[in-house]
C-alpha cells in the first residue's frame, strides 16, 4: 500500500453526517444506484475491446433476426439440380448439399442459437437468483445445507445429465431451454448468495428490517437490485456456455432437430463434407465462435466496469 | 487424514448411488422400451425380449437387481441394442481408449495451460502476457467440435501430415487429444494467471522482496502453491468436460473409445449402456474431485482434513 | 563502514507515480540522515509521503506507476538509488530490514514460520538448515514467543496479530541487520499490544545496536522513543531536529497543530482538536507551502508560489520556513479548541 492511495481513500472519506433515521438510510442506497451505472457504463465505454464486442454482436444478433426476412431465399428451400457451391454473387456463403442457401441457413441458426442462449439463461437467471438469494438471506444452517448441495451438484457431470434429459424426452428445443437452464444455474446461486450474505450485514437493510419491511420486500427492494451487478456479469458469461451446450447436443444429433438448424447442426453438418466443402465448416463455426468471443468479452468488460476492485489488473 | 478420505469415499459412494438412481429412473420413464423399433415385432416376441432383459418386473425390483449386479459382480448388463454383447464387455474393450485420450489431453491442458499462466502472471502486461492470454480466450471460444474440425481440415486435409480418422497408432492420437486439450489448456491458463497475479499482489510478497529474496524465488517458493489453487479446483468441471468432450472428438475422429458408445447409446436408446457408461463416467469424476479435495487441503494450510 | 559520515544519508528524494489521472508527487525533495544505533521518527498524516520514503529506500515501489525521480541515498557510502538488482538484494534483509504495517497480510500464508525466518539467514549467510532453524527459534524467544521451539513450526494462521508482529521482529532481525525501518508497526494491532511490540523493538534495538526508521502517525510513540524526528505534510519536510527540539521547541505551524491533535495533552471535556480541512492533493502540484491551506495562523504574506526552504534554527532543528504565516505568534492564540463546523477529515489523532 503507497502513500498515494491512502491519499485517495482519506480524501474520498464522507464527512461525518448527522445521525440519521432508519427510512433515510434505508432510501439512500436507492439513490446512490444511479450513479453507479453511470461510472460503471464510462468504463465500460473505455474498454475498446468491450465496446467492439458490444457493437459485432449486436450487428450479429440484427442480421440474424433482420437477414432471413430480407433476403430472396428461403432457407428451407432445396435444389437438389445445384447441390453444393461454392461461394458466389448469388449465394454469398454457397450452398449445402440439398442446394440451399447457407448465408440464409447461418442466419437462421443464428437465431436458433442466440434464442436458446437467451431463454436458458433466463431460465438459469431465476432459479439461480432466487435459490442464491434465499441461502444468503436466511443464512446458518439452511444456507450451509443449501450450499453444500450446490458444491455437489458442481461436481457432477452435468452434460451428461442434459444428454440423458433429452434421450427420455424427446428432443424438443422447449426441453432443452428447461434441462440447459436446470444446469446453468449453480455459478448465478453463489454468486447472489455471497452478494446477500455481505449486504445483509450493512445499515441500510438493518435499517429496513428495523421499519418492519417484510422479507420479500426486503429480497426484492433493497437485495436483489443491489446484487443486480454481478447477476449482469454472469448472465452475460452464461448466454454463451449455454450456447456451448446446444451446439454441442446439436452436434451430436440431440439438440436441435433437422430441418431446423442452430449453428452447432450446421456445424456438425459441414464437418461431414469438409474435405470436399469446406466452407459449409467454416462459415457457420466462424460465426459461433465470432459470437462467443464478442459475448466473453463483453462479459469480462462488464466485471471490470461494474465491479472496479475485483478488475483483473 | 485418512478418516477424511475414507469419509469423502464413503460420501462419493453415496453420491454414485443417488446417480445411479436418477438416471435408472428417468431412463426407466422414458416413454416405449429400447425394442420398440420402427420394424414391427410380434407382441409375443417382444414380451419374450422384455423378459430376457428383465423388463417385465417391477421398476423398484429392477433397479435393485441391477444395483446388487453391479455392487456384488461388476456385471453392467447387456447391451439391448448390440445383441452378444454385455456392457461390461464393451467397457472393458473401449475403456483402454477413451482412458489414453483422456489422460494426454489432460496432460497437454496442464503442460500448456499452467505454464502459460504462470508466465503470464510473472511477465504481466508484456506481449508474453498478451499472447497467451489472447491465444486462450480465442481457444475457450473454439469449443471441441469447432476446433476439432478445423484441426482436421487443416493438418489432415491441406497439409495432409496427420491422420484424421481410426486409432491405429500414436499419430493417431495427436490431433484429438490437441482438440481437447487445448481447449481446456485456455482454461487453465486463465485460472493460474488469475491465480498467480492474486498471490504477487499480496503483502507478503513485499516482505520477501524486503528480504533480499529473488523475483524466481519470490515465483516458485512463495506464490505458486496459492496461485495453483484455482487451477486444481478446476481439475474436476476440466474432466467431466474433457468426457463430454470425448463424445465429440471420438465421433469426429472415428475413434472406438467409450464417448461413441455412449453416443450411439444415447441415440439408440440402449439403457444398459446408458446407465453403465454413465455410472463408470460419474465414478472417474467423483474420484477427481476426491483427489482435488485432498491436493486442496494440501496446499492449503488454513484449510484442515475434517 | 566508514567510520565518519551517518549510516544513512538520503539527500532531496522525489518519488512520484505516474497515473492515469496525472503525476503524483508523493515524496518531494526530503533529505535526512540516521547515524548507526539512532532512532529516527517520520511522522505525518496518511498520504504525507512517510512510508513512500521508505519504501524508496528499499526500491520496494512498484514501477510502474512509481518511479524515483531523484535524490542520493548513501547507504556506508554506496547509493542505494543507483544499485543494480543484485547489490539490492545483498542489502535487503541483509543489512537493512523491514516491518510492515499489517502482520496479518505480511507473512505467507502458505509457508511455514521457520521457512519464513530461516529463509533470509540462509539466503545472505552460509548457515545450513537446523543451524538456521535453532537461530529460529532463538529469534523467536528473544521476542518473547512462548514455546518458540514448538510453535516455529506452525503456520502463521495459528498466530494472533499481535504475536504475528512479533514474528515479523523477530525475521526482520534474524540477520543482525543494521538498519530496520519499522512502517507503523503497530497500527493495524490491538491498543493493548501496541506498548508490547513498541518495547519489543527498543529493546532489541539496544541488544542489536541496530539504527530504526520508526513511521508513524502517532506522536506519542515517537515522543517516547525516538532521537530524532522529522515531521512530514504533502511529501515534504515540514520540521526536523531532535525529539526535544521538535517537541518543546516546535516551529512551524504543522507541528504544533499535530501537537495539538494529541489526546492525553488535550483538556479533558472538551471536544478533541483535528486540523481543520484536507491533507493536499498531491497529484496536483503545490505552490508554496503545502500546509498554507490549512494553516490557521494569520496570514501576514501571500503565497507567492515559492516554495519554503529549510532554514537551520539551532544544531540541527530546522523547519521550512514558511514566510506567508506568521508562525511567531503564540500557539494558544491561535488554536482554537473548537471544532470549526465545516472540519472534514480528522487530523493526525486517530
Known amino acids: 500500500m503507497t502513500d498515494h492511495s491512502e491519499t485517495a481513500v482519506l480524501a474520498s472519506e464522507p464527512a461525518p453526517r448527522p445521525r440519521r433515521s432508519a427510512s433515510e438510510i434505508a432510501e439512500e442506497e436507492l439513490v446512490q444506484g444511479s450513479s453507479l451505472w453511470k461510472d460503471a457504463w464510462s468504463r465500460l465505454r473505455k474498454n475498446r475491446l468491450a465496446v467492439a464486442s458490444l457493437v459485432i454482436f449486436v450487428l450479429i444478433a440484427l442480421a440474424c433476426i433482420v437477414g432471413p426476412w430480407i433476403s430472396s431465399y428461403d432457407s428451407q428451400a432445396q435444389d437438389l439440380f445445384l447441390g453444393a457451391t461454392a461461394p458466389s454473387a448469388e449465394h454469398w456463403f454457397g450452398t449445402d448439399t440439398l442446394g440451399r442457401d447457407l448465408l440464409v441457413r447461418t442466419l437462421e441458426g443464428g437465431r436458433i442459437s442466440l434464442m436458446v442462449g437467451l431463454l436458458a439463461t433466463v431460465v438459469s437467471l431465476m432459479i439461480g437468483v432466487v435459490y442464491g438469494a434465499t441461502a444468503g438471506y436466511l443464512g446458518g444452517k439452511v444456507d450451509a445445507t443449501m450450499m453444500r448441495f450446490v458444491d455437489l451438484l458442481y461436481a457432477l457431470p452435468f452434460t451428461i445429465f442434459v444428454i440423458l434429459l433429452m434421450v427420455a424426452f424427446g428432443r424438443s428445443m422447449w426441453l432443452m431451454f428447461i434441462a440447459i437452464g436446470a444446469v446453468e444455474w449453480l455459478s448465478m446461486a453463489r454468486i447472489v448468495r455471497s452478494g446477500v450474505l455481505g449486504l445483509k450485514k450493512q445499515e441500510f437493510v438493518e435499517a429496513a428490517v428495523s421499519l418492519g419491511y417484510s422479507h420479500t420486500r426486503i429480497i426484492l427492494r433493497h437485495l436483489i437490485p443491489n446484487v443486480l451487478g454481478p447477476v449482469i456479469v454472469i448472465a452475460t458469461l452464461t448466454v454463451p456456455a449455454v450456447m456451448l451446450l446446444e451446439a454441442f447436443l446439436s452436434f451430436l444429433g440431440l439438440g436441435v432437430q433437422p430441418p431446423d438448424a442452430s449453428w452447432g447442426v450446421l456445424i456438425n453438418e459441414g464437418q461431414q463434407n469438409m474435405e470436399i466443402y469446406p466452407w459449409l465448416l467454416i462459415f457457420p463455426a466462424f460465426f459461433f465462435a465470432l459470437t462467443l468471443f464478442c459475448l466473453n468479452f463483453l462479459g469480462d468488460g462488464l466485471r471490470d466496469a461494474l465491479d472496479p476492485k475485483s478488475a483483473k489488473d | ?306 | 563502514m566508514t567510520a565518519t559520515g551517518p549510516l544513512l544519508e538520503v539527500k532531496d528524494l522525489k518519488t512520484s507515480f505516474y497515473t492515469r489521472d496525472g503525476v503524483v508527487r508523493a515524496v518531494d525533495g526530503v533529505s535526512f540522515s540516521v547515524d548507526k544505533g539512532e532512532t529516527l521518527g517520520i511522522v505525518g498524516e496518511s498520504g504525507s509521503g512517510k512510508s513512500v520514503t521508505c519504501y524508496s529506500l528499499m526500491r520496494l515501489i512498484p514501477e510502474p506507476p512509481g518511479r524515483i525521480d531523484g535524490g542520493t541515498a548513501m547507504f556506508d557510502g554506496r547509493d542505494l538509488l543507483q544499485m543494480d538488482e543484485a547489490e539490492l538484494r545483498k542489502v535487503r534483509g541483509k543489512r537493512i530490514s523491514m516491518i510492515f504495517q499489517d502482520p496479518m497480510t505480511s507473512l505467507n500464508p502458505y509457508l511455514k514460520i521457520s521457512t519464513q525466518l530461516t529463509e533470509a539467514l540462509r539466503l545472505h549467510y552460509d548457515v545450513d538448515h537446523k543451524t538456521a532453524v535453532n537461530r529460529a527459534i532463538a529469534a523467536l524467544e528473544e521476542v518473547g514467543i512462548p514455546e518458540a521451539s514448538k510453535r516455529v513450526h506452525s503456520y502463521p494462521h495459528e498466530f494472533s496479530g499481535g504475536m504475528r508482529q512479533r514474528v515479523m521482529i523477530a525475521m526482520a532481525l534474524i540477520t543482525e541487520p543494521d538498519l530496520l525501518i519499522a512502517d507503523e508497526p503497530t497500527t493495524a494491532l490491538d491498543v493493548t499490544v501496541q506498548a508490547q511490540i513498541m518495547d519489543i523493538i527498543k529493546r532489541r534495538q539496544e541488544d542489536l545496536g541496530t539504527a530504526v526508521i520508526l513511521i508513524t502517525h502517532d506522536l506519542g510513540v515517537v515522543a517516547g522513543t525516538c532521537d530524532k524526528v522529522n515531521v512530514m505534510y504533502g511529501g515534504r519536510m515540514m520540521e526536523s531536529g531532535t525529539a526535544e527540539q521538535v517537541f518543546y521547541n516546535a516551529r512551524h505551524p504543522y507541528t504544533r497543530a499535530l501537537q495539538k491533535t494529541i489526546p492525553s495533552l488535550q483538556t479533558k471535556g472538551e471536544n478533541l482538536y483535528t486540523i481543520p480541512g484536507l491533507p493536499p492533493d498531491v497529484s496536483k502540484p503545490i505552490h508554496g507551502c503545502a500546509f498554507y491551506p490549512r494553516c490557521p495562523y494569520p496570514k501576514t504574506g501571500l503565497s507567492e508560489g515559492e516554495r519554503p526552504e529549510l532554514v537551520e534554527l539551532e544544531n540541527g532543528h530546522c523547519y521550512a520556513d514558511c514566510r506567508f504565516c506568521d508562525s511567531s505568534a503564540p500557539i494558544e492564540s491561535v488554536l482554537s479548541t473548537e471544532v470549526p463546523e465545516e472540519t472534514e477529515a480528522a487530523g493526525a489523532a486517530q
Not at chain 2, 127 to 144: E, H, K, N, R
Request: aromatic share 12%; hydrophobic share 55%.
Open chain 2, 1 to 306: 487424514m485418512l478418516k477424511f478420505i475414507g469419509k469423502r469415499f464413503l460420501q462419493g459412494i453415496l453420491v454414485l448411488i443417488g446417480i445411479y438412481a436418477v438416471t435408472f429412473f428417468l431412463v426407466a420413464a422414458t416413454p416405449g422400451s429400447p425394442f420398440s423399433t420402427e420394424r414391427a415385432i410380434a407382441p409375443e416376441i417382444l414380451a419374450q425380449i422384455e423378459k430376457f432383459y428383465g423388463y417385465d418386473k417391477p421398476v423398484g425390483e429392477r433397479f435393485l437387481t441391477s444395483l446388487s449386479n453391479i455392487v456384488l459382480r461388476g456385471d453392467f448388463g447387456p447391451s439391448a441394442v448390440y445383441a452378444n454383447r454385455t456392457v461390461t464387455a464393451i467397457i472393458a474393450e473401449s475403456f483402454p481408449v477413451s482412458l489414453k485420450l483422456g489422460s494426454i489431453s489432460l496432460l497437454v491442458a496442464l503442460l500448456i495451460g499452467i505454464p502459460a499462466g504462470i508466465l503470464a502472471a510473472v511477465k504481466k502486461n508484456t506481449w508474453l502476457d498478451y499472447v497467451p492470454m489472447s491465444a486462450a480466450m480465442a481457444g475457450i471460444c473454439l469449443p471441441t467440435f469447432v476446433m476439432g474440425p478445423l484441426l482436421a481440415l487443416v493438418f489432415g486435409l491441406i497439409f495432409a501430415v496427420l491422420p484424421v480418422a481410426g486409432w491405429f497408432g500414436p499419430e493417431f492420437v495427436i490431433l484429438p487429444a490437441a482438440t481437447l486439450g487445448l481447449y481446456y489448456a485456455a482454461y487453465f491458463a486463465r485460472l493460474t494467471r488469475g491465480g498467480m497475479l492474486e498471490m504477487l499482489n499480496q503483502d507478503f510478497v513485499r516482505t520477501a522482496r524486503a528480504k533480499g529474496v529473488p523475483e524466481r524465488t519470490i515465483v516458485w517458493k512463495h506464490c505458486l502453491k496459492g496461485g495453483l489453487i484455482p487451477a486444481i479446483t478446476f481439475l474436476g468441471p476440466a474432466l467431466a468436460g474433457i468426457i463430454s468432450g470425448s463424445f465429440v472428438v471420438e465421433t469426429i475422429f472415428q475413434i472406438p473409445g467409450l464417448g461413441q458408445w455412449f453416443v450411439k447409446g444415447a441415440l439408440n436408446r440402449d439403457d444398459f449402456l446408458i446407465l453403465g457408461l454413465t455410472l463408470l463416467f460419474a465414478a472417474l469424476i467423483v474420484l477427481m474431485n476426491l483427489l482435488v479435495d485432498i491436493a486442496q487441503v494440501a496446499l492449503n494450510p488454513r484449510l484442515k482434513y475434517d
